[in-house]
Protein backbone atom coordinates (compact mmCIF):
# COMPACT_ATOMS: atom_id res chain seq x y z
CA UNK A 1 0.00 0.00 0.00
CA UNK A 2 1.24 3.26 -0.75
CA UNK A 3 1.88 5.41 2.12
CA UNK A 4 0.36 8.30 -0.26
CA UNK A 5 -2.77 6.70 -0.42
CA UNK A 6 -6.29 7.51 1.73
CA UNK A 7 -6.41 5.13 4.90
CA UNK A 8 -9.61 4.27 6.60
CA UNK A 9 -8.99 5.18 10.06
CA UNK A 10 -12.51 5.02 12.16
CA UNK A 11 -16.16 7.30 11.70
CA UNK A 12 -15.78 10.63 12.92
CA UNK A 13 -18.44 10.13 15.54
CA UNK A 14 -15.75 8.00 17.13
CA UNK A 15 -13.90 10.79 18.29
CA UNK A 16 -15.09 12.84 21.05
CA UNK A 17 -15.09 16.69 20.45
CA UNK A 18 -12.15 18.24 21.36
CA UNK A 19 -10.46 14.76 22.34
CA UNK A 20 -7.66 12.99 20.39
CA UNK A 21 -7.33 8.82 19.44
CA UNK A 22 -4.48 6.47 18.26
CA UNK A 23 -4.31 4.84 14.90
CA UNK A 24 -2.18 2.83 13.83
CA UNK A 25 -1.45 3.62 10.31
CA UNK A 26 1.76 1.80 8.22
CA UNK A 27 3.35 0.65 11.61
CA UNK A 28 3.27 4.34 13.10
CA UNK A 29 0.90 5.70 15.54
CA UNK A 30 -0.75 9.15 14.41
CA UNK A 31 -2.99 10.83 16.60
CA UNK A 32 -6.40 12.26 15.32
CA UNK A 33 -8.08 15.34 16.85
CA UNK A 34 -11.61 16.37 16.63
CA UNK A 35 -11.64 20.41 16.87
CA UNK A 36 -15.67 21.27 16.01
CA UNK A 37 -16.14 20.16 12.45
CA UNK A 38 -12.12 19.83 11.75
CA UNK A 39 -9.68 16.94 12.09
CA UNK A 40 -6.33 16.89 12.63
CA UNK A 41 -3.50 14.24 12.77
CA UNK A 42 0.03 14.43 13.97
CA UNK A 43 2.87 12.14 15.26
CA UNK A 44 1.67 10.41 18.80
CA UNK A 45 4.62 10.29 19.54
CA UNK A 46 5.99 12.75 22.47
CA UNK A 47 9.82 13.52 21.64
CA UNK A 48 10.29 15.32 24.83
CA UNK A 49 9.58 12.12 27.08
CA UNK A 50 9.78 9.53 24.71
CA UNK A 51 6.13 7.78 25.31
CA UNK A 52 3.22 7.64 22.85
CA UNK A 53 1.23 9.48 24.44
CA UNK A 54 -0.11 13.16 22.69
CA UNK A 55 -3.52 11.57 21.89
CA UNK A 56 -4.22 11.67 25.39
CA UNK A 57 -3.25 15.51 25.75
CA UNK A 58 -5.90 18.59 25.97
CA UNK A 59 -6.32 20.31 23.04
CA UNK A 60 -7.26 24.02 23.18
CA UNK A 61 -6.55 27.53 21.54
CA UNK A 62 -2.85 29.11 22.87
CA UNK A 63 -2.11 32.65 21.59
CA UNK A 64 -4.24 32.00 18.31
CA UNK A 65 -2.72 28.24 17.35
CA UNK A 66 -4.65 25.10 18.40
CA UNK A 67 -2.44 23.01 20.34
CA UNK A 68 -2.10 19.55 21.96
CA UNK A 69 -0.54 19.97 25.59
CA UNK A 70 1.85 16.80 26.33
CA UNK A 71 0.35 14.65 28.85
CA UNK A 72 3.58 14.05 30.69
CA UNK A 73 5.52 17.34 30.25
CA UNK A 74 2.89 19.94 29.13
CA UNK A 75 5.26 20.72 25.97
CA UNK A 76 2.25 22.04 23.80
CA UNK A 77 2.12 21.62 19.70
CA UNK A 78 0.76 22.94 17.25
CA UNK A 79 -2.45 20.96 15.63
CA UNK A 80 -1.57 22.57 11.87
CA UNK A 81 1.77 22.18 11.85
CA UNK A 82 3.05 20.26 14.70
CA UNK A 83 5.61 22.68 15.92
CA UNK A 84 6.39 22.82 19.66
CA UNK A 85 5.92 25.95 21.14
CA UNK A 86 8.42 25.54 23.65
CA UNK A 87 11.46 23.69 22.25
CA UNK A 88 11.00 24.30 18.62
CA UNK A 89 13.61 21.66 17.50
CA UNK A 90 10.98 18.67 19.25
CA UNK A 91 8.67 19.25 16.76
CA UNK A 92 6.08 16.52 15.70
CA UNK A 93 5.44 15.45 11.94
CA UNK A 94 1.63 16.47 10.74
CA UNK A 95 0.06 13.91 8.36
CA UNK A 96 -3.18 14.32 5.70
CA UNK A 97 -6.16 13.76 7.10
CA UNK A 98 -9.85 14.33 5.71
CA UNK A 99 -13.45 13.10 6.48
CA UNK A 100 -15.68 11.87 3.74
CA UNK A 101 -19.38 12.40 3.40
CA UNK A 102 -19.83 9.96 4.74
CA UNK A 103 -18.22 10.55 7.78
CA UNK A 104 -15.63 8.40 7.72
CA UNK A 105 -11.89 9.43 8.51
CA UNK A 106 -9.32 8.73 6.47
CA UNK A 107 -5.25 9.82 7.19
CA UNK A 108 -2.31 9.39 4.77
CA UNK A 109 0.89 7.69 5.70
CA UNK A 110 3.03 9.96 4.48
CA UNK A 111 3.84 13.21 6.52
CA UNK A 112 2.48 16.31 5.29
CA UNK A 113 4.99 18.08 7.23
CA UNK A 114 7.60 16.10 8.36
CA UNK A 115 9.58 16.24 11.96
CA UNK A 116 13.06 17.38 12.09
CA UNK A 117 16.10 15.48 12.61
CA UNK A 118 15.51 14.71 16.90
CA UNK A 119 18.41 15.61 18.51
CA UNK A 120 20.01 13.35 21.45
CA UNK A 121 18.17 14.24 24.90
CA UNK A 122 19.90 16.27 27.16
CA UNK A 123 20.87 15.04 30.90
CA UNK A 124 22.71 16.71 33.56
CA UNK A 125 24.13 14.96 36.41
CA UNK A 126 24.52 17.50 39.73
CA UNK A 127 27.46 15.21 41.52
CA UNK A 128 29.70 13.01 40.98
CA UNK A 129 29.84 10.91 43.81
CA UNK A 130 29.15 7.18 44.10
CA UNK A 131 25.35 7.37 43.39
CA UNK A 132 25.41 9.42 40.67
CA UNK A 133 28.78 7.41 39.04
CA UNK A 134 26.85 4.63 39.38
CA UNK A 135 23.44 5.17 37.73
CA UNK A 136 25.67 6.40 34.98
CA UNK A 137 27.39 3.30 34.93
CA UNK A 138 23.90 1.45 34.60
CA UNK A 139 22.29 4.01 32.49
CA UNK A 140 25.28 3.60 29.53
CA UNK A 141 25.34 0.19 29.81
CA UNK A 142 21.43 0.13 29.55
CA UNK A 143 20.95 2.87 27.08
CA UNK A 144 24.73 4.32 25.83
CA UNK A 145 23.72 7.02 23.18
CA UNK A 146 20.15 8.31 24.71
CA UNK A 147 21.74 11.13 26.01
CA UNK A 148 23.99 13.69 25.93
CA UNK A 149 25.54 14.15 29.21
CA UNK A 150 26.84 16.87 31.41
CA UNK A 151 27.91 16.42 34.95
CA UNK A 152 28.93 19.20 37.53
CA UNK A 153 31.45 18.30 40.65
CA UNK A 154 31.53 20.50 43.54
CA UNK A 155 35.18 19.03 44.02
CA UNK A 156 38.18 20.43 41.90
CA UNK A 157 39.39 16.77 42.26
CA UNK A 158 38.93 13.46 40.27
CA UNK A 159 36.14 10.96 40.93
CA UNK A 160 37.25 9.33 44.70
CA UNK A 161 35.84 6.23 46.65
CA UNK A 162 35.06 7.81 50.08
CA UNK A 163 34.47 5.24 51.81
CA UNK A 164 38.87 4.29 50.89
CA UNK A 165 39.41 7.71 52.73
CA UNK A 166 40.36 6.42 56.09
CA UNK A 167 43.13 4.22 54.53
CA UNK A 168 44.43 7.43 52.69
CA UNK A 169 44.06 9.07 56.08
CA UNK A 170 45.76 6.02 57.87
CA UNK A 171 49.16 5.98 55.57
CA UNK A 172 47.75 2.54 53.53
CA UNK A 173 46.51 4.29 50.19
CA UNK A 174 47.24 7.12 47.94
CA UNK A 175 44.99 9.72 46.95
CA UNK A 176 45.19 8.99 43.41
CA UNK A 177 44.84 4.81 44.33
CA UNK A 178 41.61 5.45 44.85
CA UNK A 179 40.28 7.25 41.90
CA UNK A 180 37.60 5.51 40.50
CA UNK A 181 36.51 8.23 37.43
CA UNK A 182 39.14 9.85 35.60
CA UNK A 183 39.00 12.81 33.41
CA UNK A 184 39.63 10.39 30.98
CA UNK A 185 36.93 8.14 31.65
CA UNK A 186 34.14 11.18 31.18
CA UNK A 187 35.96 12.38 27.85
CA UNK A 188 36.12 8.65 26.29
CA UNK A 189 32.22 8.72 26.43
CA UNK A 190 31.41 11.95 25.41
CA UNK A 191 30.02 13.58 28.84
CA UNK A 192 31.39 17.48 29.83
CA UNK A 193 32.55 17.33 33.10
CA UNK A 194 32.64 20.78 34.56
CA UNK A 195 35.09 19.56 37.85
CA UNK A 196 34.97 21.93 40.82
CA UNK A 197 32.07 24.11 39.96
CA UNK A 198 29.04 23.13 41.65
CA UNK A 199 25.41 24.34 40.83
CA UNK A 200 23.96 26.67 42.29
CA UNK A 201 20.20 27.19 40.57
CA UNK A 202 17.90 25.48 39.06
CA UNK A 203 15.44 27.09 36.80
CA UNK A 204 12.71 24.88 36.74
CA UNK A 205 10.45 26.67 34.03
CA UNK A 206 12.94 26.63 31.85
CA UNK A 207 14.96 23.46 32.76
CA UNK A 208 18.29 24.95 32.94
CA UNK A 209 20.59 24.88 35.71
CA UNK A 210 23.33 27.88 36.23
CA UNK A 211 26.66 26.80 37.99
CA UNK A 212 28.70 29.27 40.55
CA UNK A 213 31.15 29.85 37.36
CA UNK A 214 28.47 31.20 35.52
CA UNK A 215 27.78 28.08 33.31
CA UNK A 216 24.32 27.59 32.34
CA UNK A 217 23.54 23.85 30.95
CA UNK A 218 19.90 23.08 29.79
CA UNK A 219 18.69 19.84 30.38
CA UNK A 220 15.31 17.45 29.66
CA UNK A 221 15.98 15.20 32.53
CA UNK A 222 18.03 16.37 35.76
CA UNK A 223 19.49 13.63 37.71
CA UNK A 224 20.38 15.18 41.41
CA UNK A 225 23.04 13.54 43.54
CA UNK A 226 24.40 15.95 45.52
CA UNK A 227 25.44 13.54 48.78
CA UNK A 228 25.02 14.31 52.32
CA UNK A 229 26.75 17.28 54.22
CA UNK A 230 28.92 16.40 57.77
CA UNK A 231 26.99 17.96 60.82
CA UNK A 232 28.47 20.77 62.54
CA UNK A 233 28.07 21.11 65.94
CA UNK A 234 27.36 24.62 66.74
CA UNK A 235 29.28 25.09 69.62
CA UNK A 236 31.86 28.25 70.57
CA UNK A 237 35.13 27.62 68.37
CA UNK A 238 33.82 25.09 65.66
CA UNK A 239 35.45 27.38 63.08
CA UNK A 240 38.47 27.69 64.18
CA UNK A 241 41.65 26.44 62.48
CA UNK A 242 41.93 23.35 62.84
CA UNK A 243 38.54 21.92 63.18
CA UNK A 244 37.42 19.04 60.48
CA UNK A 245 35.36 17.21 59.84
CA UNK A 246 36.05 13.90 57.86
CA UNK A 247 33.68 13.96 54.59
CA UNK A 248 36.30 14.18 51.32
CA UNK A 249 40.01 14.60 50.63
CA UNK A 250 40.62 18.36 51.68
CA UNK A 251 39.66 17.23 55.22
CA UNK A 252 41.90 14.03 54.75
CA UNK A 253 44.76 16.93 53.67
CA UNK A 254 44.00 19.07 56.61
CA UNK A 255 44.60 15.91 59.13
CA UNK A 256 47.39 15.06 57.83
CA UNK A 257 48.86 18.48 57.75
CA UNK A 258 48.13 18.74 61.57
CA UNK A 259 48.98 15.02 62.28
CA UNK A 260 52.63 14.33 63.90
CA UNK A 261 53.86 11.81 66.46
CA UNK A 262 53.10 13.27 70.17
CA UNK A 263 50.47 15.54 68.86
CA UNK A 264 46.96 15.41 70.35
CA UNK A 265 43.81 14.71 68.76
CA UNK A 266 40.23 14.87 69.68
CA UNK A 267 37.46 13.25 67.84
CA UNK A 268 34.48 13.96 68.68
CA UNK A 269 31.49 11.16 67.70
CA UNK A 270 32.33 7.12 68.35
CA UNK A 271 30.37 5.91 65.19
CA UNK A 272 31.95 4.15 62.53
CA UNK A 273 33.03 7.27 60.75
CA UNK A 274 34.54 8.81 63.88
CA UNK A 275 36.56 5.40 64.79
CA UNK A 276 37.82 5.51 61.75
CA UNK A 277 39.59 8.87 61.88
CA UNK A 278 40.21 8.13 65.39
CA UNK A 279 42.44 4.86 64.37
CA UNK A 280 43.79 7.09 61.26
CA UNK A 281 45.37 9.65 62.94
CA UNK A 282 46.17 7.64 65.68
CA UNK A 283 48.40 5.26 62.66
CA UNK A 284 49.98 8.56 61.81
CA UNK A 285 51.47 8.67 65.51
CA UNK A 286 48.73 11.26 67.05
CA UNK A 287 47.21 10.62 70.72
CA UNK A 288 43.87 10.30 70.22
CA UNK A 289 40.51 10.68 72.39
CA UNK A 290 37.15 9.60 71.21
CA UNK A 291 34.56 11.73 73.04
CA UNK A 292 30.93 10.33 72.67
CA UNK A 293 27.37 11.29 73.72
CA UNK A 294 26.60 7.98 74.92
CA UNK A 295 28.23 4.72 76.76
CA UNK A 296 28.24 2.54 73.64
CA UNK A 297 30.37 2.91 70.85
CA UNK A 298 28.67 2.69 66.89
CA UNK A 299 25.34 2.18 69.46
CA UNK A 300 23.23 2.05 66.34
CA UNK A 301 25.10 -0.90 64.75
CA UNK A 302 26.45 -2.87 68.38
CA UNK A 303 24.39 -3.67 71.45
CA UNK A 304 26.58 -2.61 74.99
CA UNK A 305 28.57 -5.96 75.24
CA UNK A 306 29.55 -5.74 71.68
CA UNK A 307 30.45 -1.84 72.37
CA UNK A 308 32.28 -2.62 74.97
CA UNK A 309 34.51 -5.27 73.27
CA UNK A 310 35.17 -2.90 70.96
CA UNK A 311 36.45 -0.12 73.18
CA UNK A 312 38.28 -2.47 74.78
CA UNK A 313 40.12 -3.58 71.35
CA UNK A 314 40.85 -0.46 70.44
CA UNK A 315 42.16 0.50 73.82
CA UNK A 316 44.19 -2.22 73.48
CA UNK A 317 46.09 -0.23 70.25
CA UNK A 318 46.53 3.29 71.94
CA UNK A 319 42.85 4.60 71.73
CA UNK A 320 41.85 7.11 74.59
CA UNK A 321 37.88 7.15 74.94
CA UNK A 322 35.64 9.84 76.83
CA UNK A 323 32.20 7.96 76.69
CA UNK A 324 28.70 9.52 78.20
CA UNK A 325 30.65 13.20 77.35
CA UNK A 326 28.74 15.99 75.76
CA UNK A 327 31.01 18.84 73.67
CA UNK A 328 30.00 22.37 74.99
CA UNK A 329 33.05 24.18 73.42
CA UNK A 330 35.84 24.16 71.74
CA UNK A 331 39.18 26.07 72.78
CA UNK A 332 41.46 28.56 71.51
CA UNK A 333 41.36 32.31 70.00
CA UNK A 334 43.74 31.82 66.51
CA UNK A 335 43.40 27.99 66.79
CA UNK A 336 41.95 25.34 68.05
CA UNK A 337 44.09 24.15 71.39
CA UNK A 338 41.10 21.92 73.26
CA UNK A 339 37.96 21.18 74.39
CA UNK A 340 35.11 21.87 77.29
CA UNK A 341 32.84 18.99 77.98
CA UNK A 342 29.47 19.22 79.95
CA UNK A 343 31.24 18.31 83.23
CA UNK A 344 33.54 21.28 82.91
CA UNK A 345 36.71 19.01 81.83
CA UNK A 346 39.49 20.44 79.37
CA UNK A 347 41.11 18.21 76.96
CA UNK A 348 44.35 20.00 75.00
CA UNK A 349 44.90 18.94 71.18
CA UNK A 350 46.03 20.76 68.82
CA UNK A 351 43.50 18.85 66.39
CA UNK A 352 39.62 18.42 66.85
CA UNK A 353 37.80 16.05 64.43
CA UNK A 354 34.21 16.21 64.26
CA UNK A 355 32.02 12.86 62.98
CA UNK A 356 28.92 13.28 64.69
CA UNK A 357 26.98 11.88 61.60
CA UNK A 358 25.70 13.42 58.36
CA UNK A 359 22.35 15.18 56.51
CA UNK A 360 21.34 14.84 53.68
CA UNK A 361 22.32 17.82 51.31
CA UNK A 362 18.72 19.08 50.08
CA UNK A 363 19.66 23.38 49.74
CA UNK A 364 19.97 23.39 46.10
CA UNK A 365 16.82 21.25 45.67
CA UNK A 366 14.57 23.01 48.55
CA UNK A 367 15.60 26.21 46.70
CA UNK A 368 13.96 24.87 43.54
CA UNK A 369 10.69 24.22 44.91
CA UNK A 370 11.38 20.74 44.52
CA UNK A 371 9.28 18.88 47.83
CA UNK A 372 11.51 17.93 50.77
CA UNK A 373 11.60 16.99 54.24
CA UNK A 374 14.87 15.19 55.84
CA UNK A 375 16.05 14.60 52.18
CA UNK A 376 14.27 15.39 48.75
CA UNK A 377 11.16 13.15 48.39
CA UNK A 378 11.03 10.58 45.76
CA UNK A 379 8.82 7.95 44.65
CA UNK A 380 9.43 4.34 44.10
CA UNK A 381 11.23 5.16 40.46
CA UNK A 382 13.90 7.76 42.20
CA UNK A 383 11.49 10.70 40.65
CA UNK A 384 10.81 13.70 42.45
CA UNK A 385 7.77 15.62 42.37
CA UNK A 386 8.73 17.04 39.11
CA UNK A 387 8.30 14.94 36.70
CA UNK A 388 11.93 16.02 34.63
CA UNK A 389 14.02 15.63 38.00
CA UNK A 390 15.09 11.96 39.56
CA UNK A 391 17.70 12.02 42.75
CA UNK A 392 19.73 9.10 44.26
CA UNK A 393 21.78 8.61 47.21
CA UNK A 394 21.99 10.05 50.04
CA UNK A 395 20.28 13.21 49.27
CA UNK A 396 17.01 11.83 49.25
CA UNK A 397 14.38 10.50 51.46
CA UNK A 398 12.09 7.25 50.10
CA UNK A 399 8.87 6.23 51.90
CA UNK A 400 10.34 8.64 55.24
CA UNK A 401 13.44 6.85 55.05
CA UNK A 402 17.38 8.30 54.15
CA UNK A 403 19.85 5.63 53.91
CA UNK A 404 23.68 6.60 54.22
CA UNK A 405 25.48 2.92 53.21
CA UNK A 406 26.26 1.78 50.15
CA UNK A 407 24.16 -1.15 48.88
CA UNK A 408 20.86 1.36 49.55
CA UNK A 409 22.42 3.27 46.80
CA UNK A 410 23.51 0.82 44.50
CA UNK A 411 19.72 -0.06 44.31
CA UNK A 412 18.82 3.24 43.61
CA UNK A 413 21.10 3.68 40.96
CA UNK A 414 20.00 0.46 39.46
CA UNK A 415 16.16 1.15 39.26
CA UNK A 416 16.78 5.16 38.73
CA UNK A 417 19.08 4.07 35.42
CA UNK A 418 16.20 1.86 34.02
CA UNK A 419 13.90 4.41 34.06
CA UNK A 420 16.06 6.93 32.77
CA UNK A 421 16.50 4.83 29.78
CA UNK A 422 13.07 4.23 29.55
CA UNK A 423 13.38 0.70 30.49
CA UNK A 424 11.79 0.45 33.81
CA UNK A 425 9.76 -2.35 34.92
CA UNK A 426 10.96 -2.71 38.66
CA UNK A 427 10.41 -0.43 41.41
CA UNK A 428 12.59 0.49 44.35
CA UNK A 429 10.82 -0.68 47.24
CA UNK A 430 13.57 0.32 50.17
CA UNK A 431 16.09 -1.33 51.87
CA UNK A 432 16.61 -3.81 54.45
CA UNK A 433 20.10 -2.87 56.07
CA UNK A 434 22.57 -5.21 57.35
CA UNK A 435 25.60 -3.80 58.35
CA UNK A 436 29.44 -5.73 57.51
CA UNK A 437 32.27 -3.53 58.76
CA UNK A 438 35.81 -3.50 59.46
CA UNK A 439 37.33 -1.40 62.16
CA UNK A 440 40.82 -1.12 62.77
CA UNK A 441 40.70 -4.19 61.32
CA UNK A 442 38.06 -5.89 63.51
CA UNK A 443 34.98 -7.51 61.79
CA UNK A 444 31.59 -6.55 63.04
CA UNK A 445 28.07 -7.45 61.57
CA UNK A 446 25.19 -6.31 62.43
CA UNK A 447 21.24 -6.47 61.31
CA UNK A 448 17.47 -6.01 62.11
CA UNK A 449 16.20 -5.26 65.75
CA UNK A 450 18.66 -6.05 68.37
CA UNK A 451 16.91 -3.80 70.84
CA UNK A 452 15.22 -5.45 74.21
CA UNK A 453 11.64 -5.56 74.19
CA UNK A 454 9.22 -7.72 75.42
CA UNK A 455 8.68 -10.79 73.32
CA UNK A 456 11.79 -11.54 72.06
CA UNK A 457 14.75 -13.94 73.56
CA UNK A 458 18.36 -13.44 72.88
CA UNK A 459 21.19 -16.63 72.02
CA UNK A 460 24.35 -15.80 72.90
CA UNK A 461 27.67 -16.91 72.11
CA UNK A 462 30.76 -14.87 73.67
CA UNK A 463 34.35 -16.57 73.44
CA UNK A 464 36.72 -14.02 75.11
CA UNK A 465 40.15 -16.23 74.57
CA UNK A 466 39.16 -15.68 70.38
CA UNK A 467 37.60 -12.34 70.53
CA UNK A 468 34.05 -13.89 69.26
CA UNK A 469 31.00 -12.72 69.82
CA UNK A 470 27.71 -13.62 68.68
CA UNK A 471 23.94 -12.62 69.76
CA UNK A 472 20.85 -13.78 67.70
CA UNK A 473 17.19 -11.85 68.74
CA UNK A 474 14.37 -14.34 68.39
CA UNK A 475 11.11 -13.10 68.40
CA UNK A 476 7.59 -15.40 67.36
CA UNK A 477 10.17 -18.29 66.14
CA UNK A 478 11.85 -15.94 63.94
CA UNK A 479 15.37 -14.28 63.79
CA UNK A 480 14.55 -10.03 64.42
CA UNK A 481 18.31 -9.18 64.88
CA UNK A 482 22.17 -10.14 65.30
CA UNK A 483 24.98 -8.96 66.19
CA UNK A 484 28.52 -10.64 65.10
CA UNK A 485 31.45 -8.85 66.47
CA UNK A 486 35.00 -10.83 65.51
CA UNK A 487 33.82 -13.50 63.49
CA UNK A 488 30.85 -12.68 61.07
CA UNK A 489 31.30 -15.00 58.10
CA UNK A 490 27.71 -16.26 58.99
CA UNK A 491 26.05 -12.73 58.84
CA UNK A 492 24.52 -12.76 55.82
CA UNK A 493 22.95 -16.38 56.73
CA UNK A 494 21.41 -14.75 59.72
CA UNK A 495 20.58 -11.63 56.91
CA UNK A 496 18.83 -14.02 55.13
CA UNK A 497 16.91 -15.70 57.32
CA UNK A 498 15.32 -12.04 58.35
CA UNK A 499 14.41 -10.62 55.21
CA UNK A 500 12.56 -14.41 54.00
CA UNK A 501 11.11 -14.49 57.84
CA UNK A 502 11.79 -18.02 57.88
CA UNK A 503 11.25 -19.54 61.24
CA UNK A 504 14.09 -21.15 63.58
CA UNK A 505 12.46 -23.32 65.89
CA UNK A 506 13.79 -26.10 64.42
CA UNK A 507 17.39 -25.03 64.95
CA UNK A 508 17.53 -23.08 67.92
CA UNK A 509 19.55 -24.85 69.78
CA UNK A 510 22.13 -25.06 67.57
CA UNK A 511 21.73 -21.38 65.44
CA UNK A 512 25.11 -19.71 66.88
CA UNK A 513 26.78 -22.21 64.62
CA UNK A 514 25.67 -20.91 61.52
CA UNK A 515 24.63 -22.39 58.58
CA UNK A 516 26.09 -25.92 59.44
CA UNK A 517 22.87 -25.95 61.90
CA UNK A 518 20.66 -25.97 59.29
CA UNK A 519 22.49 -28.84 57.43
CA UNK A 520 22.60 -30.93 60.19
CA UNK A 521 18.70 -30.54 60.67
CA UNK A 522 17.98 -31.28 57.41
CA UNK A 523 20.17 -34.26 57.93
CA UNK A 524 18.06 -35.17 61.00
CA UNK A 525 14.89 -35.05 59.51
Not at 223 to 234: C, E, K, Y
Request: with cysteine; hydrophobic share 40%.
Amino acid sequence: MSSSEWISVCDIEAIYPDCGVCALVEEQQIAIFRIGDAVYAIDNHDPASGANVLARGLVGDLNGELVVASPLHKQHFSLTTGRCLEEPELSVAVYPVRVSEAGMVAVQGRPARARPALRRRRLVVIGNGMAAMRTLEELLELAPEAYEITVFAAEPRETYNRILLSGVLAGEARAEEIVTHSSDWFERRGITLHRGDEVVRIDRGTRTVQSRRGVSAAYDRLLIATGSAPVVLPVPGHDLPGVVTFRDLQDVDVMLAAAAPGRRAIVIGGGLLGLEAATGLARQGMQVTVVHLTDVLMERQLDARAGALLRQDLEGRGLHFCLNAQTVAILGTDRVRGVRLADERELPCELVVMATGIRPNITLARSAGLRCDRGILVDDTLLTYDPAIYAVGECVQHRATTYGLVAPLWDQARVCAAYLAERGVRRYGGSRLATHLKVSGIQVFSAGDFSERAGGESLVLHDARRGVYKRLVIEDGRVRGAVLYGETGDGSWYFDLMKEGRRVDHLRDQLLFGPAAEDAATTTQ
